[in-house]
């Protein structure tokens, strides 16, 4: 157990619908991170934040959002959903927001999207 | 257009034997490179990491080689345990960045 939580663990919803993914990071960590790992790719960075403020951007798609509140969970936000946009979602999360071995990701178990 | 590679998309071993895991990579701008390691239903977790100012960093029985020049990386598991099969990524982050590119996966099996 990573200490990441990841709300729902499935999710199944219809195109053109509008869906919100939680993630509460691990106590003690101001940083979070969101992956989409679709069928046979990688994990796909889509953004980070770090304190309640948005720190880098991946790929994020416009129809997709996301914020970190107060309380330092988060939310990642999907709408007008499309069949590709079916994917395992990720979060992790860091003490500071590096990344790196001293200061290492801690991912989810993913919540699972199928859009149909 | 895919800046982190893995090409190998499956790997079986014997156990007690070497595994060898291959990642490459296209941009030259990476200063730091990870291994995790993914079980079925779960999150990755970090395995070991890499500075681009190293070539080589090793813990326990993992070991990451850098060979900047060629643009490459590799993970060394010896001895190889049946507990190690998972699906292993390789990952970099653009320096100046906090952003992570990560390859595509290699699927090891260790044979009992």
């Known amino acids: 157990d990573s200490g990441v939580t990841q709300t729902p663990k499935h999710l199944i919803t219809a195109t053109g619908q509008r869906v919100t993914l939680r993630c509460s990071p691990r106590?003690?960590?101001?940083?979070v991170y969101w992956y989409q790992q679709s069928l046979d790719q990688g994990l796909q960075f889509l953004i980070q934040?770090?304190?309640?403020?948005?720190?880098a951007k991946g790929n994020i798609l416009e129809r997709f959002s996301a914020q970190q509140f107060p309380d330092l969970h988060s939310e990642l936000n999907l709408s007008s959903l499309e069949l590709g946009d079916s994917a395992l979602y990720f979060c992790?999360?860091?003490?500071?927001?590096?990344?790196?071995?001293?200061?290492?990701?801690?991912f989810g178990p993913g919540t699972r999207l199928t859009v149909l | 257009d895919q800046q982190v590679k893995q090409n190998s998309p499956s790997l079986s071993v014997q156990e007690g034997r070497i595994s060898i895991l291959n990642c490459d990579y296209t941009?030259?701008?990476?200063?730091?490179f990870l291994w995790y390691k993914k079980y079925p239903a779960e999150g990755p977790t970090f395995l070991i990491s890499?500075?681009?100012?190293?070539d080589k960093n090793e813990d326990g029985r993992f070991t990451v080689f850098l060979n900047k020049s060629a643009k490459h990386l590799s993970l060394h598991i010896v001895p190889s345990q049946p507990g190690d099969s998972a699906v292993y990524f390789c990952?970099?982050?653009?320096?100046?960045?906090?952003?992570?590119?990560f390859g595509t996966g290699t699927r090891l099996k260790v044979l009992a």
């Open positions: 941009n030259s701008m990476f200063d730091y």
């Open positions: 934040y770090y304190n309640g403020e948005e720190r």
């Open positions: 106590s003690g960590d101001l940083s």
């Open positions: 990952a970099a982050r653009e320096s100046g960045t906090y952003k992570y590119i």
């Open positions: 992790a999360s860091s003490v500071h927001g590096r990344g790196t071995a001293t200061d290492t990701q801690y």
């Open positions: 890499i500075s681009s100012i190293k």
